[in-house]
């Protein structure tokens, strides 16, 4: 407990730091990029052979495949907010901590 009070400043101040830097790595590394990933490209690729072997078996059998693609669709929204929820945390808990640690004590 004496080491926490001794050195609160310096832990507060690099905590502070450390969910900065973790909330701008977040934010830039899911930012998306211009273009089409290399999975999206395979995913639509696989679709479009899927849609061709479906159009061609469909006048010898009547099966129907679930479409997954609106569940893909929610996942990745999802996966974005729980994303920006975490960048926003992060950063907030930055500077939380920075702006406790430069607070005088009176």
Request: glycine share 6%; no cysteine; proline share 2%.
């Amino acid at each position: 407990m004496e080491f926490f009070h001794k050195h609160k400043v310096l832990i507060f101040r690099s905590a502070g730091i450390f969910m900065l830097l973790v909330g701008f790595v977040v934010h830039f590394w899911v930012t998306p990029k211009e273009g089409f990933t290399k999975n999206e490209i395979a995913a639509a690729n696989v679709a479009r052979m899927e849609a061709n072997v479906v159009g061609a078996s469909s006048s010898s059998s009547s099966k129907s495949i679930p479409d997954t693609s609106k569940y893909l669709e929610e996942l990745k929204n999802a996966q974005a907010k729980q994303m920006q929820y975490l960048t926003i945390i992060a950063m907030i808990s930055g500077i939380g901590f920075l702006g406790y640690s430069f607070m005088r004590k009176t």
